[in-house]
């Protein structure tokens, strides 16, 4: 790891390198911490156990404290912001559905990889190859409507925005208090350290790369890379790829890629995790699980660029950095998540 | 089937050989062009890509 970061400073660039470094304290924290988007959305459900949302709420809280504001302070920081559309909404509630079934959502995925979990290091190449597959078929999805993207910080200020994703996570407090009743133990230390550790995390990147945390593109741009250069692929007739941006990634190594390059980190930082002895159990599965957790990681890669981002670059940059994208991809996807856990059951996992 | 640990090896040499590969089929890169250290402050507005854009 070491040896790699001082190829990014010589080779690729200092942000890069810093990057990396950010990536691998998200990979530590998210295998170190268990901090599982896709387990603490399962417990509030199937145990009416409130604590991994309880750590993911204050995330979401700590995330907008910091980054709203510093967007205010630096017009260079860009928000997340996807389009409210037909897409975000089916996008989300079938990675809602799918990421049960993976047991990950994209960073769940990638620290699971990286810790060497067979399923999620199986599910990544394919969640890869779906990614892509989403992007290239995103402007049908797009064309079933869609309005402009809103961020709360220009249309609302600062106080508006912090105070209307305050409320409205104090809401989303409240109706989990409704589901699980009274009694319920809410904080456990391992969620309350994620929690801090990722927010802090996440402000940094925000801070260096001038965007939020992401990372669905990352997989896209790595399998658009190989198909691209395998012959199979015209980037110049897809109305995404062609686009000037993603065209110029295209051309140019992944290790100057943003999101890229915190998924590489996120990737050692957890092996690093499970080399200190941190495995996380895996029970064998069958024939037919392992089947069905591949498709499922590939239609949740495929599901998460039209729901523009998973629960990191959708939920957690979108909440934090005030879109509104954000706050529809969370109902959508619970929903999803609801019929999930259901079809996990039924195929034993 | 293979144990975890020799997944693990098939997974990194795979993800490291991808990488490789990259490097060698990409563009060089402009390290005289390199971008700020830190975006905040930069004057420049960030340019990569994010799983939340459209296009």
């Not at chain 1, 998210?30 to 604590?51: K, N, V």
């Not at chain 1, 060497?116 to 992007?135: D, E, K, Q, R, T």
């Not at chain 1, 910080?153 to 105070?163: D, Q």
């Not at chain 1, 198909?227 to 941006?245: E, I, R």
């Amino acid at each position: 790891m070491a040896a790699f970061f001082i190829f990014l400073i010589w080779s690729i660039s200092t942000r890069q390198a810093l990057l990396f470094l950010v990536g691998i304290g998200m990979g530590m924290a998210l295998a170190g911490f268990r901090f599982g988007f896709t387990t603490g959305w399962r417990q509030l459900i199937e145990d009416r156990d409130p604590r991994g949302v309880a750590g993911q709420v204050l995330l979401l809280g700590l995330g907008a404290l910091l980054a709203i504001p510093l967007m205010a302070q630096f017009p260079e920081l860009k928000a997340a912001l996807g389009p409210p559309s037909v897409s975000l909404i089916l996008g989300a509630f079938v990675f809602g559905l799918t990421m049960q079934i993976a047991d990950g959502c994209g960073s769940g995925t990638l620290y699971k990889a990286g810790m060497g979990i067979p399923l999620n290091a199986g599910i990544l190449p394919l969640f890869a190859l779906g990614s892509f597959l989403g992007s290239v078929h995103l402007h049908h999805f797009l064309a079933l409507g869609q309005t402009e993207p809103i961020g709360l910080l220009e249309t609302t200020g600062t106080a508006g925005a912090l105070g209307i994703t305050l409320l409205l996570l104090a809401i989303s407090v409240g109706l989990v208090r409704l589901w699980v009743g009274a009694g319920r133990a809410w904080l456990d230390a391992r969620w309350i350290k994620g929690a801090i550790v990722l927010a802090v995390l996440a402000t940094l990147n925000l801070l260096l790369a001038g965007q939020p945390w992401g990372v669905v593109y990352g997989f896209g741009l790595w399998a658009a890379k190989g198909v691209t250069a395998a012959g199979l692929f015209d980037p110049s007739t897809n109305p995404f790829w062609s686009q000037a941006g993603n065209a110029e990634r295209l051309g140019q190594t992944v290790l100057l890629d943003v999101t890229s390059i915190t998924n590489i980190g996120i990737l050692a930082g957890a092996l690093w995790v499970a080399s200190r002895g941190a495995s996380e159990t895996a029970k064998p599965l069958t024939g037919q699980q392992w089947l069905i957790g591949l498709l499922a990681g590939f239609i949740m890669g495929y599901s998460s660029r039209l729901a523009f981002g998973c629960n990191v670059g959708a939920m957690l940059s979108g909440i934090t950095t005030g879109s509104l994208h954000g706050w529809l991809w969370v109902p959508a996807a619970f929903a999803g998540t609801l019929i999930g856990v259901r079809v996990r059951r039924r195929y034993g996992f | 089937m293979a144990s975890n640990t020799s997944l693990k090896i098939i997974f990194w040499i795979v993800l490291l050989a991808f990488i490789a590969w990259d490097l060698q089929a990409s563009a060089p890169v402009d390290l005289r062009n390199e971008p700020p250290v830190i975006a905040a402050g930069s004057g420049q507005v960030a340019s990569g890509g994010h799983c939340s854009m459209p296009r």
